[in-house]
């Protein structure tokens, strides 16, 4: 049986504090073992809609952006030592203005302050209890990188700005250019992968179309938006923008207001929508290679610095990735769960690599602070580190040269091998996010 994942219903907040999740995380280590090997893979914080749909007509203007407090300043580099490359979509978005000033898919003044949250929180965890990190920061303690948008970016300073107060900085980061990025499934640099995408975002609207609870769920939905009858929901683009409104306490229509029963069940049904994607089901046929081309390089990096550390290599205690709902929904499903409900905002995963005291090694995983059993993986709450490697590792990890053979679209598919990489599929955008476009 597979464990179902429920978190905060409808993508709101993930809040990390003084309270149950973060006290029953800091009790789960036995005495006498040793932490080796932090990596953290969060969602950025609360941001304004991406989608332009559902929220014009109810939100005269977007006024939560602004600096909430100074962020700690990042050099941001790519890998070969460059200054931070343009990214032309995360340009875009930051040039489509909003009533009100915000930009779209900025990250808000409550983004800036749940990232300082979460940032705080593992200074207390990593700190205060665990004594694994340094009072202050040093240069090869700590390694941090971040997708090329601007509210992962914001997101990671808040962050670092939480675990190191009175860091001046800067704090040197990693990022790549959107082509080359790892954390998320990449269509623009994977043939295969936007070949699989779009057979399979056609599968899922075929599905929706022939199943009369998802319209009836439609049908419903529009009625309680007050919207002109025969209108065809955008599941994700409804659900994107009811969920900035919620957090952003916008206000929404009372028809949907008043219906949380509602609410859940537009999340259900975009997580469906999404994950049928991204990290399709069993059933496909295609989710290991759908996991595989989407998230392989990431795991393989996520392993290349365990390897590093058993091996002694290792130059960094702990690691962050700044990225998205797309990067941890498929990282998820790669764990074993089930996920039913959307990650909220600020979300996160953390990796964490413990030796006992006789020398083995095991992995504990923690999402928004509390643990995340491995049952499923490996009969156990934690997983032996062999064990892991074999069960989610081994599987799923591609490397670069591997990842270039197995994006090439053979004759065997349905495109000529060299075929030009779109990045949008007709009906569906998808990358460090993804909406459904307007017919």
């Given amino acids: 049986m597979r464990w179902r994942l429920a978190a905060v219903c409808g993508g709101g907040l993930a809040l990390l504090g003084g309270g149950a999740a973060s006290s029953l995380a800091e009790a789960q280590h036995p005495a006498g073992d040793t932490l080796e090997l932090v990596q953290v893979v969060f969602r950025h914080g609360a941001r304004t809609p991406l989608s332009q749909k559902y929220w014009p007509e109810l939100v005269r203007e977007w006024d939560a952006c602004g600096q909430a407090y100074t962020p700690v300043p990042l050099d941001i ?48 965890r990593y700190v205060d209890n665990l004594g694994f990190l340094p009072g202050d920061r040093k240069q090869d303690t700590l390694l941090p990188r971040t997708t090329n948008y601007a509210r992962t970016v914001a997101t990671l300073a808040g962050v670092l700005t939480g675990l190191y107060p009175g860091d001046e900085g800067p704090v040197p980061a990693l990022t790549t250019p959107e082509m080359d990025e790892v954390l998320y499934a990449n269509v623009r640099s994977c043939a295969r992968l936007k070949e699989l995408v779009g057979g399979l975002h056609a599968e899922a609207r075929a599905s929706a179309k ?66 049928h994607v991204v990290a399709p089901p069993h059933s496909t046929g295609r989710q290991e290679e759908v996991l595989r081309l989407g998230m392989g390089r990431m795991l393989r990096m996520l392993e290349e610095r365990m390897e590093e550390t058993v091996a002694g290599t290792a130059r960094h205690r702990m690691l962050l990735y700044s990225g998205h709902d797309s990067t941890l929904m498929p990282l998820l499903v790669a764990l074993g769960k089930e996920v039913e409900t959307w990650p909220a905002y600020m979300s996160n995963l953390v990796f964490e690599n413990w030796r006992r005291g006789d020398g083995q090694r095991y992995v504990k ?34 490397d670069s040269a591997t990842y270039a053979e197995e994006c090439v679209v053979h004759p065997k598919h349905t495109g000529p091998a060299g075929t030009r990489v779109e990045t949008r599929q007709r009906g569906v955008s998808i990358g460090s996010s993804m909406q459904e476009e307007d017919e």
């Fill in 77 to 124: 580099r790519t890998e070969d030592g460059q200054p931070r490359p343009a990214n032309p979509d995360d340009v875009k978005q930051v040039e489509t203005r909003f009533p009100g000033g915000c930009s779209k898919g900025e990250l808000t003044r409550l983004g800036q302050r749940q990232a300082l949250a979460f940032g705080r929180w593992l200074r207390r």
């Fill in 210 to 275: 022939g199943d009369e609870g998802v319209q009836a769920l439609g049908r419903e939905l529009a009625a309680a938006m007050g919207l002109p009858p025969g209108h065809r929901v955008s599941w994700l683009n409804l659900h994107d923008a009811l969920t900035s409104m919620q957090a952003h306490d916008k206000p929404i229509p009372e028809g949907v207001r008043s219906r949380p029963d509602l609410l859940l069940a537009l999340d259900r049904q975009a997580v469906t929508s999404f994950l």
């Fill in 365 to 398: 995983v923690l999402y928004n602070g509390e643990a995340l059993g491995l049952q499923e993986l490996c009969g156990t709450p934690e997983c032996p580190l062999q064990d892991f490697r074999r069960a989610v590792m081994a599987p799923l990890q591609l």
